[in-house]
C-alpha cells in the first residue's frame, strides 16, 4: 500500500477517534438543545474532513446521520452511544488494513434497530467498499462478494447475541415513566394480539384494524422511550405489515400473524421476568419483513393510473352538507349522553392505579383491626357497667343493714322502764341524728350513683348499637374497594390460549381449550398467583396427557384433544377445574418413580388419591429425558406451593385413557379473613376459619385413652387426637383423664385431623400481615394479625402444617415420652400466681407488689372468674378474697379442692374478716394460709415462699 494512503487512513482514524471521545465527553448537566449542538458540530467537522480527504462514501453517510439530529429519539442516540460506536468501529477498521474480522460489528452497529431511520443499503455498501485497498490491490467484483458476505454475518452474529441478551429496561429509565408504560401497556398488548388473531382469521373490520394499527405505533414507541428496543422493533414490523389492505389475507400469512401475536404478548412477559429473547423472535421477525417485501412488490405492480374524479353539482354538495351537518349533531348528543360515564371512568383507568389501590386495601384492613378493637373495647365497657351496678347493689344491701343495726340501736326495750324524755341527753339526741342524716345522705348518694350506673350502661348499649351501624357501613366500604380489584376471568383467557398452542407447536400435538366462566369476578391477586399454576398445568396437559394425533386416531378420539377449563363459585371459595380427555396418569409408572426416589417404601399401600399426590413432591417427574416443555422435575411442587400461598387446596383425579382433572380452591379475597382464635401452651393462635371443618363437641365416654393414643369415636369421626402444641413443638399439658371438651375438626386430604387445644376463643375477622422482609419463610405460618386486645398472634397456614406432617418433614412432640424434660428446660424460672379479689384497687396493688417480688401474676375479679382462668392458664398458687360476688373465696378453694388436676394448689386467703369463725371456716375448706388486710410486704413474702416449696410446682 501507498505510504501516503497509509498516513492518510491512521490520520482520518485518529480524527474519528478524537470526535468518539468528544461525543462521549458531553456534559449532560448541558440542556438537550446545546448538547446536540455540539454533537452535530463535531459531525460537520468529521464530514467537512472527508471530503477535503476525498472520501465522498464517508461523507454521505456522515450526512445521513446528520439528519437524525432532528429526531425526536436524537438525545437517546446519544446517550446510549450509538453516534459514537461506529466512529470507533471505523477507526480501528482504518487501523488495521486489510483485516475484515471488525466489519461484522461496524456492520452491525450501522444496522442497530436503535436507529430510528435505517441507513440504506447502497449508503452502507459503497462506505463498506471503501474501507476495503484500493482496486490494484483486490478485484473489486470479490470485494463485493465480501462486503455481502460481511453484512450477512454481521446480521448473524446481531441475531445470535440479541437472542441471548436478557430483556430489560433502560437503566436510567424514570421511575414514573416506568410506572406509567408498566400501566397502560398490558391492556394495549392484550388487545393488539386479539386484534391480530382477528385479522389472521379475516374476521377484523376496517376501523379494528385502523386500531390494532394504532396500537402498536404506541407500544412502538412507548417501548423505544423506556429502551425495549426488541419489543418496539417487533411492534415496527407488525405496524409495517398492518398498512396494507389485506382484505383477503393471503395463506400462510394467518399462521404467520397468530404466532406473531402470541410472540408480542411473550415478549412483555420476557421483559417483566428479564428473561432472554423467545427463540421464535428473530424467525419471525425475518418472516415478517419478508412478508413486508413480497406485499410491497406486489401492490407496486397493483397500483392502477390514478383518476380525476368529477367535481360534485352543487345538489350533490348541498345534500353532502346536510349529511355532514346530521352527523355532527349526532355526535353531539352522543357526547352529552356520555358525559357522566367518561367523567367517572377517566379517573378510574388513569388516577386509580395498582398502587393506590394497595394503600386503600392496608387502610381497609387497619380499619378491620380498628373496628374489632372497638367492638371488644364497647364489650368491657357494658361488662363494666354491669358489674359496678352489682357494686352498688351490694353497697345499697350494705346500708340496709347499717340502718337497721341503728334502728335495733336506739329502739328501746320493751322490759326497760319507760324513760323520762325530758331527761333525755340533748348531745346524745344531736348524736344519733347526725348519724341518721348521714347514713340517708349516703343513701341517697348510692341511689343517684346507682342511677347514674344505669345511665351509664344504656349510654355504652346505644354506643354498641352505632357501632353496629359503622361496622355495617365498613362492610360496604371493604366489599366496594374489593370490588375495584375484582378482575373478570376472561382477562387471563388469552394466555391461557396461547400457552396451549405454543405447546402444541413445540410437541407436535393438537389441542383446544375451552373455558366456562368467563365473566367470574376474581380478586386481582388470586387471579395473579394462580395464573403461573394454570399455564404449568395447561403445559402438562398438552405435553404429559393428550397423545399424539396419530395415537388419537387409533384409539377412537377425535385428532385435537380437548382441555376444559370451569371457574365457579363454591360458597366463599373460587372452584377452578381443569380437565383434559387425554390419556391420564400412569400410577404404576408414579409408584416406581416414588419408590426409586425413595418417597414410600416398596410394600407401602397408598389409594389412588394419596399416589397421585406424590407427584406434588418437589423434584418428582416420570420424564426419563428433558425436553423443551418438561422432565426438569420442576413444576407440580410449585404449583402446590403456589395455591397453598392462596391459602387454597389442590385435588387430582385420574383415570386411564380418559383423562386427569386437577380442582383448585381458593378463597375469595387474600385482604381479610375470617378466623377462630385459640390458646395452644398458653399462646394465642389464629386460625382461618375456611380451614376449619367443624368445633365438635365430644363427650368423655366418646373418647379412648390408651396406650394406642388418644382419639375420638363417634358415628361421623374416628380420628386420633393431637394436640396442637405438639405439633407446634410446643410443652403442653399432660392428658392424664380424658373429660367432655371441645376439638378442632381441621379439613384435609384424605382425611381431617382433630386438634385439641386449651381455649377456643370467639371467631372474628382479622387482616392478615406478611412477615416478609422482617422473618423469613417459617414452616405453618401464614403471618400474623392483630387481635381485639393489640397483642399479636401468628395466624397458621394449616394446609402446609398437615403437609409437612404427612411428608413427614415436621414430626409433632410426643408428649409421652419427652414431656417432663422439656417441661424442666423450658419452663422459666418463674412462679406464677393468681390474685382474686372484686375490688380493681385491691387487684392492681397486689399485682404491682407480686410483680416488684418477681413473681408472674394473673387476676380474676371473682372466684367463678379464677376457675375460668385455672381451666386455661397453668399457676402455682392462688391468692384469693373472702367475700366475692358470684362466687366467693370459700366456694373456690372447695372447686379446686375436688378438681384432679388442681387440687394440690397452694390457696392463701387474704381478707379483712379476723374472727376465728371466718378462719375455722377457711381451713375447713383447704385453704393453705390465712392473712389479714392490710397485708404486710415481709409477712405476706414468707407465706409465699413457704407454700411455694411445699406444693409441687410447675416451675424450676
Given at each position: 500500500?501507498d505510504?501516503?494512503?497509509?498516513e492518510?487512513?491512521?490520520?482520518?482514524?485518529?480524527?474519528?477517534e478524537?470526535?468518539?471521545?468528544?461525543l462521549?465527553?458531553?456534559n449532560?448537566?448541558l440542556t438537550?438543545?446545546?448538547?446536540?449542538?455540539?454533537?452535530?458540530?463535531?459531525?460537520?467537522r468529521?464530514?467537512?474532513t472527508?471530503?477535503?480527504?476525498?472520501?465522498?462514501?464517508?461523507?454521505?453517510?456522515?450526512?445521513?446521520?446528520?439528519?437524525?439530529?432532528?429526531?425526536?429519539?436524537?438525545?437517546?442516540?446519544?446517550?446510549?452511544?450509538?453516534?459514537?460506536?461506529?466512529?470507533?468501529?471505523?477507526a480501528?477498521?482504518?487501523?488495521?488494513?486489510?483485516?475484515?474480522?471488525?466489519?461484522?460489528?461496524?456492520s452491525?452497529?450501522?444496522?442497530d434497530?436503535?436507529w430510528?431511520?435505517?441507513?440504506?443499503?447502497p449508503?452502507?455498501?459503497?462506505?463498506?467498499?471503501?474501507?476495503r485497498?484500493?482496486?490494484d490491490?483486490?478485484?473489486?467484483?470479490?470485494?463485493?462478494?465480501?462486503?455481502?458476505?460481511?453484512q450477512t454475518?454481521?446480521?448473524?452474529?446481531?441475531?445470535t447475541?440479541e437472542t441471548?441478551?436478557?430483556?430489560?429496561?433502560?437503566d436510567?429509565?424514570h421511575?414514573?415513566?416506568?410506572a406509567?408504560y408498566l400501566?397502560?401497556?398490558?391492556?394495549?398488548?392484550?388487545?393488539?394480539?386479539?386484534?391480530?388473531?382477528?385479522?389472521?382469521?379475516?374476521?377484523?373490520?376496517?376501523?379494528?384494524?385502523?386500531?390494532?394499527?394504532?396500537l402498536?405505533?404506541t407500544?412502538?414507541?412507548?417501548?423505544?422511550v423506556?429502551?425495549?428496543?426488541?419489543?418496539?422493533?417487533?411492534a415496527?414490523?407488525?405496524?409495517?405489515?398492518?398498512?396494507?389492505?389485506l382484505?383477503?389475507?393471503?395463506?400462510?400469512?394467518?399462521?404467520?400473524?397468530?404466532?406473531s401475536?402470541d410472540?408480542?404478548?411473550?415478549?412483555?412477559?420476557?421483559?417483566?421476568?428479564k428473561?432472554?429473547?423467545?427463540?421464535?423472535?428473530?424467525?419471525?421477525?425475518?418472516?415478517?419483513q419478508?412478508?413486508?417485501?413480497?406485499l410491497s412488490?406486489?401492490?407496486?405492480?397493483?397500483?392502477?393510473?390514478?383518476?380525476?374524479?368529477?367535481p360534485l353539482?352543487?345538489?350533490?354538495?348541498?345534500?353532502?352538507?346536510e349529511?355532514?351537518?346530521h352527523?355532527?349533531d349526532?355526535s353531539?348528543e352522543?357526547t352529552?349522553?356520555?358525559?357522566?360515564?367518561?367523567a367517572?371512568?377517566?379517573p378510574?383507568?388513569q388516577?386509580?392505579?395498582?398502587?393506590?389501590?394497595?394503600?386503600l386495601l392496608?387502610?381497609t384492613?387497619?380499619?378491620?383491626?380498628?373496628?374489632s378493637q372497638?367492638a371488644?373495647?364497647?364489650n368491657q365497657?357494658?361488662?363494666?357497667?354491669?358489674?359496678?351496678?352489682?357494686?352498688?347493689?351490694?353497697?345499697?344491701?350494705?346500708?340496709?343493714?347499717?340502718?337497721?343495726l341503728?334502728?335495733?340501736?336506739?329502739?328501746?326495750?320493751?322490759?326497760?322502764p319507760?324513760l323520762?324524755?325530758?331527761?333525755?341527753?340533748a348531745?346524745?339526741?344531736?348524736?344519733y341524728?347526725?348519724?341518721?342524716?348521714t347514713?340517708?345522705?349516703?343513701?341517697e348518694?348510692?341511689?343517684?350513683?346507682?342511677?347514674?350506673a344505669?345511665?351509664?350502661?344504656?349510654?355504652?348499649?346505644?354506643?354498641?348499637?352505632?357501632?353496629?351501624?359503622?361496622?355495617?357501613v365498613?362492610?360496604?366500604?371493604?366489599?366496594?374497594?374489593?370490588?375495584?380489584?375484582?378482575?373478570p376471568?376472561s382477562?387471563?383467557i388469552p394466555?391461557?390460549?396461547?400457552?396451549?398452542?405454543?405447546?402444541?407447536?413445540?410437541?407436535?400435538k393438537?389441542?383446544?381449550?375451552?373455558?366456562?366462566g368467563?365473566?367470574?369476578?376474581?380478586?386481582?391477586d388470586?387471579?395473579?398467583g394462580?395464573?403461573?399454576?394454570?399455564l404449568?398445568?395447561?403445559?402438562?396437559?398438552v405435553?404429559?396427557?393428550?397423545?399424539?394425533?396419530?395415537?388419537r386416531?387409533?384409539q377412537?378420539?377425535a385428532?385435537?384433544?380437548?382441555?376444559?377449563?370451569k371457574?365457579s363459585?363454591?360458597?366463599?371459595?373460587?372452584?377452578?377445574?381443569?380437565?383434559d380427555?387425554?390419556?391420564?396418569?400412569?400410577?404404576?409408572?408414579?409408584?416406581?418413580?416414588?419408590?426409586?426416589?425413595?418417597?414410600?417404601q416398596?410394600?407401602?399401600?397408598?389409594?389412588?388419591s394419596?399416589?397421585?399426590?406424590?407427584?406434588?413432591?418437589?423434584?418428582?417427574?416420570?420424564?426419563?429425558?428433558?425436553?423443551a416443555?418438561?422432565?426438569?422435575g420442576?413444576?407440580?411442587d410449585?404449583?402446590?406451593?403456589a395455591?397453598?400461598?392462596?391459602?387454597?387446596?389442590?385435588?387430582i383425579?385420574?383415570?386411564?385413557?380418559?383423562?386427569?382433572?386437577?380442582?383448585?380452591?381458593l378463597?375469595?379475597?387474600?385482604m381479610?379473613?375470617?378466623?377462630?382464635?385459640?390458646?395452644?401452651?398458653?399462646?394465642?393462635?389464629?386460625?382461618?376459619a375456611?380451614?376449619?371443618?367443624?368445633?365438635?363437641?365430644?363427650s368423655a365416654?366418646?373418647?379412648?385413652?390408651?396406650?394406642?393414643?388418644?382419639r375420638?369415636?363417634?358415628?361421623?369421626?374416628?380420628?386420633?387426637?393431637?394436640?396442637?402444641?405438639?405439633?407446634?413443638?410446643?410443652?403442653g399439658?399432660?392428658?392424664?383423664e380424658?373429660k367432655?371438651?371441645?376439638?378442632?375438626?381441621?379439613r384435609?386430604e384424605?382425611?381431617?385431623?382433630a386438634f385439641?387445644?386449651?381455649?377456643?376463643?370467639?371467631?372474628?375477622?382479622?387482616?392478615?400481615?406478611t412477615?416478609?422482609?422482617?422473618?423469613d419463610?417459617?414452616?405453618?405460618?401464614?403471618?400474623?394479625?392483630v387481635?381485639v386486645?393489640?397483642?399479636?398472634?401468628p395466624?397458621?397456614?394449616m394446609v402446609r402444617?398437615?403437609q409437612?406432617m404427612?411428608?413427614?418433614?415436621?414430626?409433632?412432640?410426643?408428649?409421652?415420652?419427652?414431656?417432663?424434660?422439656?417441661?424442666?428446660?423450658?419452663r422459666?424460672?418463674?412462679?406464677?400466681?393468681?390474685?382474686?379479689?372484686?375490688?380493681?384497687?385491691?387487684?392492681?396493688?397486689?399485682r404491682?407488689?407480686?410483680?416488684?417480688m418477681?413473681?408472674?401474676?394473673?387476676?380474676?375479679?371473682?372466684?367463678?372468674?379464677?376457675l375460668?382462668?385455672?381451666n386455661?392458664?397453668?399457676?402455682?398458687?392462688?391468692?384469693t378474697?373472702?367475700?366475692?360476688?358470684?362466687?366467693?373465696g370459700?366456694?373456690?378453694?372447695?372447686?379446686?379442692?375436688?378438681?384432679?388436676?388442681?387440687?394440690h394448689?397452694?390457696?392463701?386467703?387474704?381478707?379483712?374478716?379476723?374472727?376465728?369463725?371466718?378462719?375455722?371456716?377457711?381451713?375447713?375448706?383447704?385453704?393453705d394460709?390465712?392473712?389479714?388486710?392490710p397485708?404486710?410486704?415481709?409477712?405476706?413474702?414468707a407465706?409465699?415462699?413457704?407454700?411455694?416449696?411445699?406444693?409441687?410446682?410447675?416451675?424450676?
Amino acid at each position: 500500500m501507498d505510504m501516503r494512503i497509509e498516513e492518510e487512513r491512521l490520520g482520518f482514524a485518529e480524527e474519528l477517534e478524537e470526535a468518539a471521545l468528544q461525543l462521549f465527553q458531553i456534559n449532560s448537566s448541558l440542556t438537550e438543545t446545546e448538547r446536540l449542538q455540539l454533537a452535530d458540530e463535531e459531525y460537520g467537522r468529521l464530514q467537512a474532513t472527508a471530503a477535503m480527504l476525498g472520501w465522498p462514501e464517508l461523507s454521505a453517510l456522515i450526512s445521513s446521520r446528520r439528519k437524525l439530529f432532528k429526531h425526536t429519539d436524537s438525545v437517546r442516540l446519544l446517550a446510549e452511544g450509538c453516534l459514537s460506536n461506529w466512529l470507533e468501529l471505523t477507526a480501528l477498521v482504518l487501523r488495521d488494513s486489510g483485516d475484515a474480522e471488525h466489519l461484522p460489528l461496524l456492520s452491525a452497529a450501522l444496522l442497530d434497530d436503535a436507529w430510528p431511520e435505517a441507513v440504506s443499503m447502497p449508503i452502507l455498501q459503497d462506505f463498506l467498499l471503501s474501507l476495503r485497498l484500493p482496486a490494484d490491490e483486490i478485484d473489486n467484483s470479490d470485494a463485493v462478494q465480501t462486503v455481502a458476505a460481511l453484512q450477512t454475518d454481521a446480521a448473524d452474529n446481531q441475531e445470535t447475541q440479541e437472542t441471548q441478551t436478557v430483556l430489560q429496561f433502560a437503566d436510567d429509565i424514570h421511575p414514573e415513566l416506568l410506572a406509567a408504560y408498566l400501566e397502560e401497556t398490558p391492556g394495549h398488548i392484550t388487545e393488539a394480539a386479539h386484534l391480530i388473531r382477528l385479522l389472521a382469521k379475516g374476521s377484523l373490520a376496517p376501523e379494528q384494524k385502523n386500531q390494532a394499527s394504532r396500537l402498536l405505533h404506541t407500544l412502538k414507541g412507548s417501548s423505544g422511550v423506556v429502551g425495549a428496543e426488541a419489543l418496539a422493533a417487533f411492534a415496527h414490523d407488525l405496524e409495517d405489515l398492518l398498512a396494507y389492505p389485506l382484505q383477503l389475507v393471503p395463506e400462510g400469512l394467518s399462521a404467520l400473524l397468530e404466532s406473531s401475536a402470541d410472540c408480542l404478548e411473550s415478549l412483555f412477559e420476557h421483559l417483566q421476568a428479564k428473561l432472554p429473547l423467545p427463540a421464535v423472535y428473530w424467525p419471525l421477525r425475518h418472516e415478517l419483513q419478508q412478508w413486508h417485501q413480497r406485499l410491497s412488490e406486489q401492490q407496486e405492480a397493483e397500483v392502477p393510473p390514478v383518476a380525476m374524479k368529477a367535481p360534485l353539482s352543487l345538489q350533490q354538495l348541498t345534500g353532502l352538507l346536510e349529511k355532514v351537518g346530521h352527523h355532527a349533531d349526532s355526535s353531539d348528543e352522543f357526547t352529552a349522553d356520555q358525559a357522566v360515564t367518561q367523567a367517572f371512568a377517566a379517573p378510574l383507568s388513569q388516577g386509580v392505579t395498582e398502587s393506590r389501590m394497595r394503600h386503600l386495601l392496608n387502610l381497609t384492613g387497619e380499619l378491620i383491626a380498628s373496628m374489632s378493637q372497638t367492638a371488644e373495647l364497647l364489650n368491657q365497657g357494658l361488662q363494666l357497667g354491669r358489674q359496678l351496678y352489682r357494686q352498688d347493689e351490694q353497697v345499697r344491701s350494705r346500708l340496709d343493714e347499717l340502718e337497721a343495726l341503728l334502728e335495733q340501736q336506739n329502739a328501746p326495750s320493751q322490759r326497760q322502764p319507760q324513760l323520762d324524755t325530758t331527761a333525755f341527753d340533748a348531745l346524745e339526741m344531736d348524736s344519733y341524728n347526725d348519724v341518721q342524716s348521714t347514713v340517708s345522705l349516703l343513701a341517697e348518694s348510692m341511689t343517684d350513683s346507682r342511677e347514674m350506673a344505669a345511665n351509664l350502661q344504656q349510654c355504652v348499649q346505644q354506643m354498641r348499637d352505632e357501632f353496629y351501624q359503622q361496622q355495617r357501613v365498613q362492610r360496604q366500604l371493604s366489599e366496594a374497594i374489593l370490588g375495584m380489584r375484582m378482575m373478570p376471568v376472561s382477562t387471563l383467557i388469552p394466555r391461557l390460549e396461547r400457552i396451549v398452542r405454543e405447546t402444541c407447536r413445540v410437541t407436535g400435538k393438537k389441542a383446544e381449550i375451552t373455558v366456562e366462566g368467563r365473566q367470574l369476578q376474581v380478586d386481582s391477586d388470586i387471579l395473579k398467583g394462580i395464573t403461573d399454576p394454570l399455564l404449568h398445568l395447561l403445559r402438562n396437559a398438552v405435553d404429559h396427557g393428550i397423545e399424539t394425533p396419530a395415537v388419537r386416531l387409533e384409539q377412537g378420539k377425535a385428532e385435537t384433544g380437548i382441555i376444559s377449563l370451569k371457574f365457579s363459585h363454591l360458597g366463599n371459595y373460587i372452584q377452578l377445574s381443569l380437565q383434559d380427555d387425554g390419556a391420564g396418569m400412569d400410577k404404576t409408572l408414579i409408584r416406581q418413580r416414588a419408590i426409586a426416589c425413595g418417597l414410600i417404601q416398596e410394600e407401602a399401600e397408598l389409594d389412588d388419591s394419596a399416589l397421585l399426590r406424590l407427584t406434588l413432591q418437589p423434584g418428582f417427574s416420570t420424564r426419563d429425558h428433558v425436553n423443551a416443555v418438561s422432565g426438569r422435575g420442576v413444576g407440580m411442587d410449585v404449583v402446590q406451593a403456589a395455591v397453598s400461598r392462596l391459602r387454597g387446596h389442590l385435588a387430582i383425579s385420574s383415570q386411564a385413557g380418559q383423562g386427569s382433572c386437577f380442582t383448585i380452591e381458593l378463597p375469595q379475597t387474600l385482604m381479610a379473613t375470617h378466623a377462630l382464635v385459640v390458646r395452644a401452651a398458653g399462646q394465642l393462635l389464629a386460625i382461618p376459619a375456611d380451614r376449619i371443618e367443624q368445633l365438635l363437641y365430644v363427650s368423655a365416654d366418646q373418647q379412648i385413652l390408651d396406650e394406642q393414643g388418644w382419639r375420638i369415636e363417634t358415628e361421623r369421626y374416628q380420628l386420633p387426637i393431637m394436640q396442637l402444641a405438639h405439633v407446634l413443638r410446643w410443652v403442653g399439658q399432660p392428658i392424664e383423664e380424658v373429660k367432655d371438651c371441645t376439638f378442632l375438626i381441621v379439613r384435609h386430604e384424605p382425611q381431617p385431623y382433630a386438634f385439641y387445644v386449651e381455649d377456643i376463643l370467639p371467631s372474628r375477622d382479622i387482616v392478615i400481615k406478611t412477615l416478609a422482609p422482617w422473618l423469613d419463610y417459617i414452616p405453618g405460618l401464614q403471618g400474623a394479625c392483630v387481635l381485639v386486645n393489640g397483642k399479636v398472634a401468628p395466624v397458621l397456614d394449616m394446609v402446609r402444617l398437615l403437609q409437612d406432617m404427612d411428608s413427614g418433614e415436621l414430626v409433632p412432640f410426643d408428649a409421652q415420652d419427652d414431656h417432663n424434660a422439656l417441661l424442666a428446660r423450658e419452663r422459666p424460672n418463674v412462679a406464677t400466681l393468681l390474685v382474686v379479689d372484686d375490688s380493681l384497687s385491691n387487684r392492681k396493688s397486689m399485682r404491682l407488689m407480686l410483680e416488684s417480688m418477681g413473681y408472674a401474676v394473673h387476676t380474676a375479679v371473682d372466684g367463678l372468674d379464677a376457675l375460668q382462668v385455672l381451666n386455661h392458664t397453668e399457676v402455682d398458687m392462688v391468692l384469693t378474697d373472702l367475700e366475692m360476688p358470684r362466687m366467693n373465696g370459700l366456694e373456690m378453694t372447695q372447686a379446686i379442692r375436688i378438681w384432679p388436676e388442681r387440687k394440690h394448689l397452694p390457696v392463701l386467703m387474704i381478707t379483712s374478716r379476723s374472727t376465728r369463725k371466718h378462719r375455722e371456716q377457711a381451713a375447713q375448706v383447704g385453704v393453705d394460709g390465712y392473712l389479714t388486710k392490710p397485708v404486710q410486704l415481709n409477712e405476706l413474702q414468707a407465706h409465699l415462699q413457704k407454700w411455694l416449696l411445699r406444693a409441687p410446682t410447675t416451675f424450676t
